[in-house]
């Protein structure tokens, strides 16, 4: 890991009179797999929205390496570096498993009218296909790209919405609940992606209700409850921390 990478900075975010995220503050390690964790409430999807530009933060920043790209819209957040999952599967389920990944090469590859007319884009098109089959590859999905994104199996489907980000080319990957649904077996599979993911270059960011993956995957976890930071540290610090407990359990029991 090389240093500060993506900074949430007093982050506040009001709907009328409820404060959902009340003047947050972390910050991600380059190159880290980060869990962004908390009871139900604690405000930890309104900070995903707000990190990937579905929300413009009440005040506060976040901050990728020295710019600013709260406020700015999804798309130019995305195409600055931070694309998101969402909990659940946005992926096009009539489309193949290919073209779907093709989606996510967009912003790279902007195909223009007059280029598809007169033959102009052969060579980024073929470039953007390539970078489709290598996530496919990536994934281990590369025998399912002629089949309906609609008819993979859960975890496929899941290992499919990751590719479709892997595409874009991204610096940080923000996941929501990856592993919701899952069974032990393909919980495993996507924490050993998520391992080769971050081997990649690729900083991850998530948010996840499973302990045993949290806690089996994170190098730092940032707590939240009632909109505020609760407590932060590596797996072990976390696990055994009383007031992660006594939010969580009510106390007398470990996190996980």
């Known amino acids: ?5 993506l900074h949430i900075d007093k982050l506040v975010m009001r709907f009328g009179g409820l404060t959902a995220v009340d003047n947050l503050s972390f910050v991600v390690e380059q190159g880290a797999i980060h869990g962004l964790i908390g009871p139900n409430g ?24 020295d710019g600013v790209i709260s406020g700015l819209p999804m798309h130019e957040v995305a195409r600055r570096g931070v694309v998101r999952t969402f909990q659940h599967s946005t992926l096009f389920a009539e489309l193949s498993v290919l073209d779907n990944v093709l989606v996510g090469t967009h912003m790279n ?22 970078r489709a089959e290598e996530a496919l590859e ?34 940080v990957i923000l996941l929501d609940e990856p592993f919701t649904g899952m069974n032990p077996e393909e919980t495993k599979r996507m924490m050993e992606l998520m391992f080769k993911l971050r081997d990649s270059g690729i ?10 993956a949290i806690m089996g995957l994170c190098d730092r976890i940032t707590v939240m409850s009632f909109g505020k930071l609760l407590a932060e540290g590596g797996p ?21």
Request: without cysteine; aromatic residues 8%.
């Open 236 to 256: 072990q610090e976390i696990r055994t921390h009383p007031d992660v407990i006594e939010a969580y359990l009510g106390g007398g029991r470990h996190v996980a």
């Open 1 to 5: 890991m090389s240093g500060h990478f």
């Open 203 to 212: 900083t991850i960011l998530l948010v996840e209700h499973d302990m045993h």
């Open 109 to 130: 590859f902007r195909p223009g009218i007059a280029a598809a007319i007169f033959g102009l884009d052969a060579e980024d098109r073929r470039g953007a296909r390539a």
């Open 138 to 171: 990536f994934f281990g999905l590369l025998d399912f790209t002629g089949e309906l994104a609609g008819e993979l199996s859960h975890g496929h489907q899941r290992a499919l919405g990751m590719a479709v980000a892997m595409a874009a080319q991204p610096d």
């Open 42 to 65: 604690a405000g930890k999807t309104t900070t995903f929205n707000m990190i990937s530009g579905f929300y413009r933060p009440t005040s506060g920043t976040v901050r990728l390496r």
